[in-house]
Nanobody
Framework: QLVESGGGLVQAGGSLRLSCAAS????????MSWFRQAPGKEREFVAG???????VYPYSLEGRLTISRDNAENTVDLQMNSLKPEDTAVYYC?????????????????WGQGTQVTVSS
């Protein structure tokens, strides 16, 4: 089970830190990723970390996002800076049992319920 937290309303230019708490799976043994989905749009990959620690970001978001993993807490966080109104979406945590950061949501077996991020202009 994956449970996201940390979403909310923030002004453009602000920051948010999302957290994904895992139970019944160990984040250090899975590839963990974050996706987002805005109304009327497809689910979009935003960051991933493989079980060996490799991180991947889409080119369009690189520099504003940082994904990190806390093995002791069994959590995966997403630090988001310089937020823009177009970052508004529901953000999901996902896991796959492979050491590869896939960008397609179809490659992930486990999903959280999502947390809403709203960026006002």
């Amino acid at each position: 089970q994956l449970v996201e937290s940390g979403g909310g309303l923030v002004q453009a230019g602000g920051s948010l830190r999302l957290s994904c708490a895992a139970s019944r799976l160990t984040v250090s043994s899975y590839t963990m990723s974050w996706f987002r989905q805005a109304p009327g749009k497809e689910r979009e990959f935003v960051a991933g970390i493989s079980w060996s620690g490799g991180v991947v970001y889409p080119y369009s978001l690189e520099g504003r996002l940082t994904i990190s993993r806390d093995n002791a807490e069994n959590t995966v966080d997403l630090q988001m800076n310089s937020l823009k109104p177009e970052d508004t979406a529901v953000y999901y945590c996902a896991a796959r049992a492979d050491n590869y950061v896939a960008r397609s949501p179809n490659e992930y077996s486990y999903w959280g319920q999502g947390t809403q991020v709203t960026v006002s202009s």
